[in-house]
């Protein structure tokens, strides 16, 4: 998954707004106790943070 489609799923889930607050400020333990950010720059593939999110919120599986 390229990055440019982790955040499109992102401001689509969450809204353009608070999509980059979740992602700076929600530490998740399915990251490893990672925020979205700190695991993209940690070098966590964009589709194996995605899933994470997926799992954490609940996103609807047809979004997935």
Known sequence: ???T???QRMADHFGAGYADT???DHVMS????RT???AL???WEAKDV????CTAVNV???NR
């Open 60 to 62: 609807p599986y047809e």
């Open 30 to 33: 399915e990251l490893g106790g």
């Open 1 to 3: 998954m390229r990055l």
């Open 41 to 43: 720059d940690a070098g």
């Open 5 to 7: 489609v982790f955040w």
């Open 22 to 24: 979740f992602a700076r």
């Open 50 to 53: 995605w899933r994470a999110v």
């Open 36 to 38: 979205v950010r700190q």
